[in-house]
């Protein structure tokens, strides 16, 4: 799945994302796009769970397209 995270901007923000996706699921893959303020995640768990988790990091997120 691909999420805009506006308010991903920073090598912080990239780290609290990666965490708060491997807090829920630790064998997911997480490509940040800083630029775009996008992140690919390849995981097990529902898309809604992963909002939830960014959610519950501070970053708002929603499905791209």
Known sequence: MILNIPEMSCGHCRAA?????AGLDAGATVTV???AR??????AAAPEAVIAALAAAGYEAAPAG
């Open 17 to 21: 994302v990666e965490a708060a996706v």
């Open 33 to 35: 796009d800083l630029a």
């Open 38 to 43: 996008q992140a690919e995640i390849t995981t």
